[in-house]
C-alpha cells in the first residue's frame, strides 16, 4: 500500500514541481483526512545539444501533504514547507520508549506523531541521508538509538522499517527466554 501511495505522490505532486520524492511517511493529522511528512530533492533539467541531463540541486524540501478524495480520485495538497537546510534539530523525544513522537526544529518548533515508530526512524535516518550527501552541516539528530539509524550497522536494508520491528522481536524473545531460564 505505502508503496502505492508514494507513486502516486511522486507522479502527482512532486514529478510536476520536479522533485523526486526520497520518503514520505504518514503523521496523525485532524479529520478523515491523511497527512503525510515529505522528504524531497529538487532536480533541474539540462539540455545541451542532443541529449538531456538531470542534475539534483542541493535544494532538500520538507514538506506536510494533506491527502483527501473527492469521488474517486486522489487529491495532494502541500500545506506546510520547509527546507533541510534550516532544519537545525531532530528530538525523537525518548530513545528507550517506543513511541511516535519527534519533533523537528526550525525557527520553530514542529511537534509530530509519526504513524509508528519505525516510520519515525525512517524518516529522520533519510533526513540525516539528505543531510550528509548535499548539505554535510552539523544536524542533531537527539534521543533517537544510534543504532536505527545508522546505514553500517548490519539491521540496514532498503526494508528498514520491517528490519527494525524484526530486531525488536529478537530482543523480546531474548528476554523471554531469560525469563523463562531457571536461576541456579
Known amino acids: 500500500m505505502s508503496s502505492l501511495v508514494k507513486e502516486d505522490l511522486a507522479k502527482r505532486l512532486f514529478g510536476p514541481r520536479r522533485q523526486r520524492l526520497h520518503e514520505f511517511i504518514e503523521v496523525e493529522g485532524a ?6 511528512l515529505c ?6 533539467i539540462l539540455k545541451p545539444r542532443n541529449y538531456v541531463i538531470l542534475t539534483t540541486s542541493k535544494e532538500v524540501e520538507i514538506c506536510m501533504v494533506k491527502h ?3 469521488n474517486r480520485e486522489e487529491k495532494y495538497e502541500i500545506v506546510e514547507k520547509w527546507f533541510l537546510k534550516d532544519l537545525e534539530m531532530i528530538d525523537g523525544k525518548e530513545a528507550d520508549t517506543d513511541n511516535p513522537y519527534f519533533d523537528m526544529h526550525f525557527h520553530k518548533i514542529y ?3 509519526a504513524y509508528s515508530c519505525a516510520s519515525k526512524y525512517t524518516f529522520a535516518r533519510t533526513l ?5 550527501m548535499y548539505l554535510k552541516k552539523d544536524l542533531k539528530i537527539v534521543n533517537f538509538d544510534d543504532t536505527y539509524l545508522n546505514d ?3 539491521w540496514s536494508s532498503s526494508n528498514r522499517d520491517c528490519l ?3 530486531r525488536m522481536c529478537f530482543y523480546a524473545s531474548n528476554l523471554l527466554c531469560l525469563s523463562l531460564c531457571p536461576l541456579s
Open 152 to 154: 553500517d550497522s548490519i
Open 128 to 132: 540525516s541521508n539528505l543531510n550528509a
Open 164 to 166: 527494525v520491528v524484526m
Open 68 to 70: 483527501w478524495r473527492v
Open 31 to 36: 479529520g478523515a483526512q491523511r497527512y503525510y
Open 111 to 113: 511537534n509530530m506523531e
Open 39 to 44: 522528504a524531497a530533492e529538487h532536480w533541474k
